[in-house]
């Protein structure tokens, strides 16, 4: 969720011209559009801003602009979440400067960033970059700062020195201030207005950082404590995910040692065609026939990877599973299906904002098309005739077959991006599947993945009768240990794991009936019934790649 606040004169139409329209447009549901009236002066405006978002703990940026502003990229929010997780960034605008000498930011050693200002382009060089202070036209605020440090409305309450105070506060706490190439048009008067209040301002914001400003950046002994604490929390949950990850690792690598996983063809079967290793990690089953502790699903004792035996009938590559499970009702529920594709691109470009994007099962399209219109190239998958016909109305590049036939149709094209969006557990070879993927995707490019949680705490509670266990279709049934190791032996390494409830794309009111059922019950809530992974190639392939059956 994006907070967006603009301080307005009693007569708003600048707002309502320039920075309104251009927030309507980008801005989803969940978002929050604050506007507040600056007559108190902007520090006062930005500091009854920043309590409300202080309230809103799904909030991931609190986006300060001037209502004179207006965003015009349409990946803004791509870009804007992506520059902001890393947890030590605090603060994010378009252009700045490091090591100022005094407010005039512009006339600071070194300036970056570009912005189209109504008298033509300023540029100062695109890309990434750290700096001390940005200008306040845009002031992208991350949790940590807004929970932390307010404006200094006693020293600059008007319209000089207060975004530049606000951002040596951030620095000085040890966070880091950037530049982002984020597309903006400031349709601005020219010129720096009142040139006394700037003198002044000036004279303030040297009285409170000292002459050599960033040098001498300390921050009072109790402020700091308190916020080296948020900060830590922040990082820790930023860890989880790599520590599930460096788990799996850990016991990939025990088992090889031990020669329990020595490397086998994990397609290899009993007599009786039953599976005879673990597909996930390659762990022989224990037993014959395997431990059936779960009716019909076989888990491993290792990674509690589950193995449908006997095999589902029903194959991907027919209609059968589009026809009968999704029905009638699969092109009825587009709005659903949107809005879930939605969500996925989003967490993509958190990772990859741009590029080829290709998706393995794409279904009947809604996320190619979503990810058509947000800054990438789509291509699509499909081996349902039937899902692969709906989704050609929506966009042209959707083959309907197999991965073989793409590779033949576009050969040399190597996707900045690989979607697998509930695929995976459809798949009986899904090792072999990795492994092209691994060969055919760009060096730099990620794999994105999500699957059923086969360790949440409803599929251990309900074994095969689990909503999402579906045996007539899903041939085996990930947990976060199983997934980071066969992504392991395809030569992957995994850059995050998350398990995660279904939450983000239920209704407010369905979810409400089936927590109050959980409630009740005294079941565990929310289950993480999902598991999403993003994977990237990696760097020695001789290491990612040790598991391999030669
Ligand atoms: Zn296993």
């Not at 978002?31 to 309230?55: F, H, K, Q």
């Amino acid at each position: 969720m994006i907070i967006f606040g603009c301080c307005v004169p009693t007569a708003r139409v600048r707002y309502d011209q320039v920075a309104g329209p251009a927030i309507d447009k980008i801005a989803v549901p969940d978002d929050l559009i604050l506007v507040e009236d600056g007559s108190e002066g902007i520090a006062i405006a930005y500091n009854r801003i920043i309590d409300r978002a202080r309230l809103e703990p799904e909030c991931q940026a609190l986006v300060l602009l001037h209502d004179d502003l207006e965003i015009v990229d349409s990946n803004f929010r791509a870009k804007l979440l992506g520059s902001l997780r890393e947890t030590d960034v605090g603060l994010v605008g378009v252009i700045g400067g490091a090591r100022l000498s005094s407010l005039a930011w512009w006339e600071a050693r070194d300036r970056f960033g570009a912005a189209f200002e109504s008298r033509g382009l300023i540029e100062f060089g695109r890309g990434y970059h750290d700096v001390d202070a940005v200008d306040g036209m845009m002031l992208a605020i991350a949790p940590v700062a807004f929970t932390n440090f307010v404006f200094d409305s006693a020293r600059f309450p008007a319209f000089h020195g207060y975004d530049i105070d606000y951002c040596f506060q951030v620095r000085s706490a040890g966070l880091r201030v950037r530049v982002v190439p984020l597309s903006l048009v400031h349709r601005t008067k020219t010129g720096l207005g009142d040139r006394k209040a700037f003198l002044d301002a000036n004279q303030l914001l040297t009285e409170k950082w000292g002459g050599n400003y960033i040098q001498s950046l300390k921050l009072p002994e109790r402020l700091r404590r308190r916020f080296q604490k948020k900060l830590s929390t922040g990082v820790r949950r930023a860890r989880r995910g790599r520590e599930l990850v460096r788990k799996a690792t850990a016991y990939r690598s025990s088992a090889m040692n031990s020669g329990i996983a020595t490397p086998v063809d994990r397609t290899t079967r009993q007599p009786d065609g039953a599976p005879r290793v673990c597909v996930a990690c390659g762990s022989p089953f224990q037993s014959t026939p395997p431990p059936s502790n779960s009716g019909r699903i076989l888990t491993c004792l290792t990674c509690g990877t589950g193995h449908t035996w006997p095999l589902p009938t029903r194959q991907v590559e027919g209609d059968g599973l589009w026809m009968e499970s999704y029905g009638n009702s699969r092109l009825r529920m587009r709005d659903q299906w949107y809005r879930e594709a939605r969500q996925r691109l989003e967490w993509v470009q958190l990772y990859q904002p741009e590029g080829d994007l290709l998706e393995l099962g794409c279904g009947t399209g809604e996320f190619l098309d979503v990810a058509q219109q947000n800054g990438f190239d789509s291509y699509g998958i499909e081996p349902s005739h039937w899902a692969a016909q709906e989704a050609q109305k929506l966009h042209p590049n959707v083959l309907q077959g197999s991965l073989e036939d793409w590779l033949e149709q576009f050969k040399g094209l190597r996707p900045d991006v690989i979607a697998l969006w509930h695929v995976l557990e459809h798949v009986p070879d899904p090792l072999t599947l990795l492994q092209q993927l691994r060969i055919i995707i760009a060096p730099t490019g990620v794999l994105a993945i999500e699957v059923p949680n086969y360790a949440s705490s409803e599929a251990r509670r309900l074994g095969e009768q689990w909503g999402s266990a579906q045996l007539a279709d899903h041939v085996h049934h990930y947990t976060p240990k199983g997934l980071g190791s066969i992504l392991l032996s395809a030569g992957f390494v995994v850059d995050a794991l998350i398990p995660f409830s279904g939450r983000v794309y239920g209704s407010t009111g369905s979810w409400r009936r089936q927590r109050n059922t959980a409630l009740l019950q005294g079941w565990q809530w929310p289950s993480l019934d999902l598991l999403r992974v993003v994977a990237r190639v990696a760097d020695d392939p001789g290491n990612g790649g040790a598991g391999l059956p030669q």
